[in-house]
């Protein structure tokens, strides 16, 4: 028997909670961290090579269907506010089953973001430094997914303030690179942006390739779902989220179409997509283009710690996640751990940096992205299924709104390249299959 004079020798239980210490400054920081990064500095040369100068209007469409899902997200964050997203509001509004897809399909689309950005980051920085052969591109990306993890492993506060530095970087660089190019894009006038829709690499038509862009370019938005994962450790939820994603998705429209217009214009749909295919650092070629001393350094810097952000804040999102659902069994009890003296969930952010390690091994930044976008679509549109189930007494917008994320989301996730929605739907299926035997496995040890 213990006595109490014992009980301080007995080591401490870990928390099952998260603190609250981020406000709308942060959580804004911490979304803006997420979404402006790959999507500007690679997928754009990605999708241009795809719709041509149509990039611009998928730019804009991208953003409205993110908004719808933005809201949709909001309102649940705001009603429910814990770790997880739309993984644990399909298990409170929705079906076990569909709580743990939008589970899966969340761990499946940010890791291969995450791994697109890590090879992003990679290219950016060899070819900043003139190195053009592509040996270092993988041991260089994996080295950054180490370094952040070590980060991450060390607790959020520290990560949020050293979001909050390279957040601003990012921002001053993508501004510079506008401003440098008004110039060069004024003289070229409608040159490079006609015909509009004429599919840069010429092998799909009009009409698909504005559709693919829109799908590529829509994930590119989705890092306001980071704000949403963060419910557990904001400050009023109900208030912050809402504001924290709205203005983040206005602050990223607007330097995405003012990126997209003033590159396109620039250099033309076909020189932006090449430099965002063969080179990965699409902004900084062009850059380097406008004849303005310091340019391309600049964005160069810029694209740097954008990668760095995506990736400090994929990295926690994402263990938020496998914390949720370690914490329902939906895998194993281990990942519910939370360090005591960080608040940190130790081995859930241990995984999630292996996994993106794995993707980073195959180094093929378009699939990667095709990938992350016909999950991300899935994920979304169980948000907005979600949303729509709400009573009245709990939304804060219009139910149209969720429907019509509802609509847009699986209209769009199927125009992605066929091989690479095929392969979300085995990933779909081989999830429920995990999910079905899990749950008779916890059935059965409950019994005996």
């Known amino acids: 028997m213990i006595s109490p004079g014992d009980s301080n020798n007995l080591p401490d239980e870990p928390p099952s909670q998260l603190k609250r210490e981020v406000g709308v400054f942060g959580a804004t920081m911490m979304g803006l961290g997420s979404i402006v990064g790959t ?74 973001s995450a ?56 921002l001053f660089s993508l501004v510079f690179f506008v401003l440098a190019g008004l110039r060069t894009a004024f003289a070229s006038g409608t040159t490079n942006l006609t015909p509009f829709f004429a599919p840069a690499s010429g092998t799909t ?14 994930v590119a938005y989705t890092g306001y779902g980071r704000i949403a994962t963060l419910a557990e450790e904001v400050h009023t939820p ?67 710690t954008a990668m760095l952000g995506v990736l400090l804040n994929l990295i926690l999102g994402l263990s938020r996640v496998v914390l949720a659902m370690g914490r329902r069994r939906d895998l194993p009890s281990l990942f519910a751990h939370v360090n005591g003296s960080t608040a940190t969930p130790y081995p859930a952010v241990i995984l999630v940096s292996g996994l993106i390690v794995g993707l980073v091994l195959i180094g093929d930044v378009k699939t990667t992205w095709s990938f992350s976008a016909f999950t991300a679509l899935i994920y979304y549109a169980i948000t907005n299924l979600a949303a729509m189930q709400m009573a009245v007494d709990e939304r804060l917008y219009p139910r149209i709104i969720p429907w019509l994320g509802l609509v847009f989301c699986l209209f769009l996730a199927f125009w992605v390249e066929p091989v690479i929605w095929k392969v979300g ?19 059965s040890t409950s019994k005996t």
């Open 39 to 112: 999507g500007v500095f690679v997928s754009i040369g990605i999708a241009a090579g795809v719709a041509g100068p149509a990039v611009i209007l998928s730019i804009a469409v991208a953003a409205v269907v993110a908004g719808f899902n933005g809201l949709s997200s909001a309102q649940l964050a705001a009603n429910h506010p814990v770790s997880g997203g739309t993984y644990e509001y399909g298990y409170r509004w929705l079906h076990p089953s569909l709580g743990f897809t939008a589970g899966w399909m969340f761990l499946c689309a940010k890791i291969a």
């Open 115 to 170: 791994a697109t950005a890590a090879l992003g980051f990679s290219g950016y920085v060899l070819h900043a430094f003139g190195q053009e052969h592509s040996d270092w591109l993988v041991p260089l990306a994996l080295g950054v997914v180490i370094v952040l993890t070590m980060l991450v492993l060390s607790g959020i506060r520290r990560s949020n303030n050293l979001n909050v530095v390279v957040v601003s970087v990012t």
């Open 205 to 218: 038509s009009p009409l698909a390739g504005f559709l693919q862009a829109c799908a590529l370019m829509f």
């Open 238 to 304: 109900r208030r912050t989220i809402p504001r924290a994603i709205i203005v983040t998705l206005l602050v990223s429209m607007a330097l995405y179409l003012a990126v997209g217009i003033i590159g396109v214009a620039s250099v033309g749909s076909g020189t932006f997509a090449t430099t965002g295919t063969q080179k990965a650092a699409p902004l900084e070629i062009v850059a380097r283009q406008l004849d303005i001393p310091g340019a391309s350094l600049v964005v160069a810097t810029g694209a740097v």
């Open 425 to 443: 739907l085995g990933m779909i299926a081989a999830g429920l299959i995990w999910h079905w035997l899990a749950g008779r496995f916890t059935r």
